[in-house]
């Protein structure tokens, strides 16, 4: 069962122009929200988060959107570099436990 | 600098062959964590401690043992590999257990069983 779902297992956009991933959970009990970059041979990094409180945070060119009616969440990435080329996964949490995360999308910027 | 450091990035073994995946951190995290990830399914929890002697399941925890003897060390341990075990493993650590405090991922360890 999986509850992190990322739809798309790839996006390509031109640099410049906006990148929007997309995530969604079945678990309603879900109550934080990260996403992760992840660059070939290495680990993932931490790249934003947002409490179930909000529905927005930014983070210069990162900004999350959440719609808890729908379950769903967004990464948007404006302007789109070639260095954001990467796999990204969302990740969630319920009441502090451990995070579940997604199958990951793999963005690729083209100059 | 702070990392996570997992060896060997690379292992070709054969099935049955014991092998151990070593995990070392110098955040003094409490926290550590193994995930492997496999085409189209993501990263999936092997096992997780969440401090010294303290470790439990995850959710695919079958043909793996850990042990959490020191705080910095969270090795992984596949006493008899079988080739549905070759994966990529990541392991990850953090200040805390807690699904709020941001985990620090190794630079993986690529595990191909023959």
């Known amino acids: 069962d999986q509850q992190v779902k990322q739809n798309s297992p790839s996006l390509s956009v031109q640099e410049g122009r906006i990148s929007i991933l997309n995530c969604d959970y079945t678990n309603s009990m879900f109550d934080y929200f990260l996403w992760y970059k992840k660059y070939p041979a290495e680990g993932p990094t931490f790249l934003i988060s947002?409490?179930?409180?909000?529905d927005k945070n930014e983070d210069g060119r990162f900004t999350v959107f959440l719609n808890k009616s729908a379950k769903h969440l967004s990464l948007h990435i404006v302007p789109s570099q070639p260095g954001d080329s990467a796999v990204y996964f969302c990740?969630?949490?319920?009441?502090?436990?451990?995070?579940?995360f997604g199958t990951g999308t793999r963005l690729l910027v083209s100059p | 600098e702070a990392q996570v450091t997992q060896n060997p990035r690379y292992l070709i073994t054969v099935t049955g062959k014991k092998l151990t995946v070593t995990c070392s951190q110098n955040?003094?995290?409490?926290?550590m964590s193994w995930y492997r990830q496999d085409p189209g399914l993501g990263l999936r929890q092997i096992y997780y401690?969440?401090?010294?002697?303290?470790?439990d399941k995850g959710d695919v925890p079958e043909g793996y043992k850990v042990s959490r003897k020191e705080k910095r060390n969270f090795p992984l341990i596949l006493e008899s590999p079988s080739p549905n075990q070759t994966s990529l493993y990541f392991c990850?650590?953090?200040?805390?257990?807690?699904?709020?405090?941001?985990?620090?991922f190794g630079n993986g360890t690529r595990l191909t069983v023959t």
């Open positions: 990850a650590s953090s200040f805390s257990s807690r699904g709020r405090s941001p985990l620090h």
């Open positions: 955040m003094n995290h409490e926290y």
């Open positions: 401690s969440m401090n010294v002697e303290v470790t």
């Open positions: 990740a969630a949490s319920a009441s502090f436990q451990k995070l579940v």
């Open positions: 947002i409490s179930s409180i909000k």
